[in-house]
Structures are given as C-alpha cells and as structure tokens.
C-alpha cells in the first residue's frame, strides 16, 4: 500500500517558480486552486507565469503557510477528475452562495508560504494514504503504485535537487536559505514563538 508523502519546506517567490516549473514540465499533473473564490469557477493554471498572476509568489501576507493553496491532480494517477459545488451561507459570505473544489482521494497537495515581515513561513506538499482514503471513502479509481511514484519524484526533485539547506526534517531552497543566512527566520508562522536552525 503507497503511504502518505508529506514533505515541509522552505522557499520563497523563485524557489516557488521552480516547483511549479517542473510540475508542468516534468509531469503531468494539472494545477488548481484548492477552492474558487466565492461565487465563481475553480481555476486551472496552465503555466508557472499563470499561478504567479493569480497569488503574490512568496509573500505570505498573513504569516500562517498558506498563502497559496494548490492541489495537482494527474490524469495518471486518477482518470475522473471531480469538480464539486460547495453550499455556502449567503448570511457570512457576503451573499455568495456557492463556490467549487475539486475532489479526490488521489489528489496531491501544495501549500505554499512565504516571507511575512522578517520571517519565511513554511511550505507543504503531500497527499493522503491508501489506508486513510479508504478509511474515508475516497480512494475509488486511485491508481497507488503511480501515485507512489510520481509523489517520490516530485519529493525528490524538492529535496535533493532545489534545497540547499536544511533545518530538522526540511529542506531550504536556493533563495529562502539566503534569506535565512541574511537574518530572516524560519517559522511554521510568524506567530510560532519558536524557529527552525539551519544545519
């Protein structure tokens, strides 16, 4: 059974671009946003130049990690894709009604973080477990040994080939790590009270 890949690391605006380079390079997978803004369609960026016009790459406005939620899905890995209407209360969503996700228990996951003031947040790819999308129902039409495969490659491609530098159990990519050398903190958030040292 493919088991969850969960990788945290550091990277701002360029380490950024790289990731997205090799995705739409490299693989197949297709990138969205993980939830459309209210009241319109979930987007599909083609491009890296198409993400960085969506969100501001590498800023992490509020200091929490996600600044930028994305989720890869590869027609590989899962043939459907599911594009699923979500139910919201006009009351609290300033009279917005709906908004889409997409769906799947094969979809990878890439969070992206940022410099908030003098601090780099950190930055998450993963994707659940067989055992776990089972346990939820969700693991129809998976594909796990592919999965596996590709989730391996893009780990890789993070770990060894972009990060320069680590901190306990992450890597820091290129330009986080100057930032990192030049004073900036490593932080989950900035409101962490604790910060990663570099090794």
């Not at 893009?154 to 004073?183: C, M, N, Q, T």
Request: glycine share 8%.
């Amino acid at each position: 059974m493919a088991g969850s890949a969960n990788l945290d690391f550091f990277a701002v605006e360029e380490d950024q671009e790289a990731i997205l380079s090799f995705l739409f390079s490299q693989t197949d997978v297709r990138v969205f946003e993980a939830y459309s803004e209210f009241g319109t369609d979930l987007r599909e960026f083609r491009t890296t130049e198409e993400v960085s016009a969506a969100y501001p790459l590498g800023i992490d406005l509020h200091g929490n990690g996600h600044a930028v939620l994305l989720k890869l899905w590869s027609p590989s890995v899962m043939e459907q894709l599911s594009i699923r209407r979500i139910a919201l209360n006009p009351e609290s969503c300033n009279g917005h009604t709906f908004r889409y996700c997409i769906d799947g228990g094969g979809l990878m996951q890439l969070y992206f973080g940022g410099v908030c003031e003098r601090v780099v947040t950190l930055s998450h790819f993963g994707h659940q477990s067989q055992v776990r999308a089972e346990k939820w129902d969700v693991d129809q039409g998976v594909k796990w040994p592919v999965l596996k495969k590709l989730s391996n490659r893009i780990v890789y491609h993070i770990r060894k080939r972009l990060g320069v530098a680590k901190v306990p159990g992450r890597p820091v990519l290129a330009k986080a790590y100057e930032l990192a050398k030049s004073g900036y903190a490593l932080k989950l958030a900035t409101q962490t009270p604790w910060e990663y040292e570099l090794q």
